[in-house]
Nanobody, 124 residues
């Protein structure tokens, strides 16, 4: 599976963005697709994840209530909508797909497929 993340950019505090992750290749119905982010000098953190078949979602505390992950199975694309952006949201955002059986709480090292990342910068 190859992933292409897009939609990042420069946004002011309080603004919104919608990130897209387009997958070429099959995503198994039992897989999970997730968004992570990594700020300079920090670890890669899980933000949100969606189970491909059920559409069930999970969110990190840091983005709960101001983010929404969704999928378009027909387009093999996952989206992350983020609202009320803050300077601490500045990071490179990555999408990832799990192996055949995924968990929405899995850490980064359990995801074998990654996109190249898209930079999100939130100005204060």
């Amino acid at each position: 599976v190859q992933l292409q993340a897009s939609g990042g950019g420069l946004v002011q505090t309080g603004g919104s963005l919608r990130l897209s992750c387009a997958a070429s290749g099959p995503i198994y119905s039992t897989s999970v697709v997730a968004w992570f982010r990594q700020a300079p000098g920090k670890e890669r953190d899980l933000l949100a994840a969606i189970s491909w078949r059920s559409g069930r979602t999970s969110y990190a505390d840091s983005v709960t209530g101001r983010s929404r992950i969704s999928r378009d199975a027909a387009e093999n694309t996952v989206y992350l909508r983020m609202n009320n952006l803050k300077p601490e949201d500045t990071a490179v955002y990555y999408c990832a797909v799990s192996d055949v059986y995924g968990s929405r709480s899995a850490p980064p090292n359990e995801y074998p497929y990654w996109g190249k990342g898209t930079q999100v910068t939130v100005s204060s």
